[in-house]
């Protein structure tokens, strides 16, 4: 069996990890990707805040890719297209929510004009090359989320996306269990299916329930309130805008994507029934028990508007004593670290915070076991791919998938999974890989430049200058600086330039005159002078110039 005639899933980010997700099937030799995310850096990443999937391999086979599809609007599938898509060359496809975020993302990217974005209806049927692709509605944390039911020559697979069974998610319609039946009794090969949840007991809970609490919690407060949540998460949105209202209070937007989330779900019909938001500019202004803030940073985002109302630089508010914010969100695994800073910066200036672990101020996005039960009734796919989360969880997901009648297949990136013709199988595997988005550039997180940052962040560097004639002649102290290692106004600099000058005048005359020799000379005392002094391996620099 060859690439030309076969039906196959290849994850190029997304399996082993939460976010950075880029799924690609191949139908007879053509590609159909299908997300494009981001995920968040760690300390091992200097300097870096985003990663996106590396999509050499995909370039790579660029002429066979006919298209990407978005499921939904989540930074973790939708928030690498503008990063990556000068790569990938190709349309990309969503529907009315995911375009209009798109379009604000490619224009803020340059892009505008660029990508050709090709919007579909929902529920809808669409066909690309040999994809014949039905979108089902499903309810997930931000509107118009998507399954996909992806028909071959060579038969049907589902494509969850990210979703969960909500009777009331305020916002679009409940998941749709008669179009997961239908699929179910056509026959399903495969079913690629989130993972996210899948060591959760129970049931996520509904944003119904999550808006009645809100309400409840906030209309006894005084003082400013802030409530920070993700931007997309637009019922959460609604359901603390209408809490706040509720409690005579103005409403307040802070942050650049939540204006920009919000504007799109009002060209979209959404958020009807709240009146334009508070500036950031005239918050400020409204006397403090009549004031509610929703604001960016619930990941503990450096920049975001709730890490600068914590450390008091955010330039039209202040929060402080007798003040409330409120995390409506959970910790991606990763950024407790943040989050906890931002905490510990709030509770200092006096600031009462209130996290999920204390009040009901949060549910899930993601399918618990219950739910997960319920569709692979409803589906009955033969095989059963877990995908979105970490490898416990897809772990367990393969376990619960066999009990219900599937035959799991738990992979990593870069795996071919071949789905038809045949017993859906590995085959083979591509590479994968992270990038780091640093600024306008795309770098290899292994080794490169960030490697050398990193080597910079644990060694430091030295540089040295250094005048010499054309016989060899030190012309004046040479001049060394060790930013990071040493003060600059310490003795270390000026010992370390006196061993170079000591170390220099006693080459041999002929050595002398060699840029090279004196060069790499200059290096070697050097680094042994940083070794003894502070136990560090430096990068270092010689200038030398000749007089």
């Given at each position: 069996m060859t690439p030309s005639d076969d039906f196959a899933f290849i994850p190029l980010g997304g399996t082993g990890e939460i976010g950075m997700n880029l799924n690609v099937y191949r139908c007879d030799g053509k590609l159909l990707a299908v997300d494009c995310g981001i995920g968040f850096a760690g300390g091992d990443t200097p300097g870096v805040d985003i990663l996106v999937?590396?999509?050499a391999w995909l370039v790579e086979h660029r002429k066979d890719l006919l298209g990407l599809v978005i499921t939904h609007a989540h930074e973790d599938h939708i928030g690498g297209v503008a990063h990556l898509w000068r790569s990938l060359q190709c349309p990309v496809h969503g529907g009315p929510f995911v375009s209009a975020v798109l379009r604000r993302k490619l224009a803020e990217a340059g892009l505008s004009q660029?990508?050709?974005?090709?919007?579909?209806?929902?529920p809808g049927r669409v066909r690309i090359g040999p994809f014949d692709l039905e979108f089902l509605r499903v309810a997930h944390s931000v509107p118009e989320a998507l399954a996909m039911a992806i028909r071959t020559r060579h038969g049907l697979v589902v494509h969850t996306g990210d979703w969960k069974l909500d009777p009331e998610p305020l916002i679009g319609p409940p998941t749709d269990e008669a179009g997961f039946r239908r699929l179910g009794g056509e026959g399903v090969l495969a079913m690629v299916c989130d993972s996210t949840n899948a060591m959760v007991e129970g049931h996520s809970g509904s944003e119904a329930e999550v808006r009645r609490s809100l309400a409840k919690l906030i209309k006894p407060m005084k003082g400013r309130v802030a409530v920070t949540c993700f931007a997309t998460n637009l019922a959460r949105v609604e359901s603390i805008a209408l809490a706040g209202l509720a409690a005579g209070r103005d409403v307040a937007l802070f942050g650049r994507s939540l204006r920009n989330s919000v504007q799109a779900a009002r060209e979209c019909g959404y958020l009807?029934?709240?009146?334009?938001?508070?500036?950031?500019?005239?918050a400020g202004y409204i006397p403090d028990d009549n004031l509610l803030v929703i604001c960016t940073g619930s990941q503990g985002e450096e920049r975001s508007a709730l890490a600068k109302l914590a450390t008091d630089t955010h330039n039209n508010l202040s929060l402080g004593q007798g003040d409330t914010v409120i995390f409506s969100s959970r910790q991606i695994p990763g950024n407790?670290?943040?989050i906890t800073r931002v905490q510990d910066e709030l509770a200092r200036r006096g600031v009462r915070v209130v996290t999920a672990d204390e009040h009901f101020v949060h549910v899930s996005?993601?399918?618990a076991r219950e739910e997960l039960r319920a569709l692979y009734d409803w589906v009955k796919p033969r095989a059963a791919i877990p995908v979105h989360g970490e490898w416990r969880h897809m772990d367990?997901?393969?376990?619960?998938?066999?009990?219900?009648?599937?035959?799991p297949l738990v992979i990593e990136d870069g795996a071919v999974v071949r789905l038809a013709p045949g017993p859906v199988q590995v085959v083979d595997t591509v590479p994968v890989g992270r990038l780091a988005v640093d600024g306008t550039r795309l770098l290899p997180v292994r080794g490169g430049v960030l490697g050398a940052r990193g080597r910079l962040g644990r060694e430091g560097a030295v540089v040295a200058s250094l005048a010499l004639d054309a016989q060899g002649k030190l012309l004046g102290a040479p001049r060394v600086s060790a930013p990071g290692l040493f003060d600059a106004e310490g003795p270390e600099l000026a010992q370390m330039g006196e061993e170079l000058a000591r170390a220099l005048n006693e080459l041999p005359k002929a050595a002398r005159r060699d840029d090279e020799v004196v060069g790499e000379a200059a290096r070697a005392v050097l680094r042994k002078a940083v070794g003894r002094r502070a136990k560090k391996r430096p990068n270092v620099e010689v200038h030398l110039l000749r007089v």
């Open positions: 999937p590396d999509p660029e990508v050709p974005l090709k919007e579909f209806d929902l009807s029934r709240i009146p334009d938001f508070v500036s950031e500019d005239e407790e670290r943040a996005g993601h399918p367990a997901h393969a376990t619960l998938a066999r009990e219900a009648g599937s035959e």
